[in-house]
């Protein structure tokens, strides 16, 4: 074997080897998570578990139309899975907005009262 080949198979392994490490190497940004940061530590439990459950549920979506495309499924099979998952998602998104309404709801009420405070211990000083 000449030089000439030895580095033209070096490069062609290194490029081999590189292409398939490439996906591997890639960072990737954690998903975000809504975490609000208010409301009780119970409401923010629940809407961390609400948001993984969720994003479960789209991902079990996501492969299912995946296995339906390489027709790994029958058609009534995957409508009704399909369907199935759906409706979760939007249950758990509703949950999720209702969660998330009543955190502000109580946002609201603490700020009013925060004010009021301020308002009457501004007075007394006034006075």
Known sequence: MSVTSLIIAVVLVGTVVFATLLPLLESRPAPQKRRSGRGTLHQNQVIEILWDEKMRV???????DF?????????????????????????ITQRLDDLEAEVAVQDARIEEAVAAFRQSSAAAKAK
Request: aromatic share 10%.
């Open 58 to 64: 789209l991902r079990s979506i996501r492969d299912l």
């Open 67 to 91: 296995d339906y495309d390489m027709d790994k499924l029958p058609d009534a099979t995957y409508q009704a899975q399909r369907l199935h998952l759906i409706r979760l998602a939007w249950a």
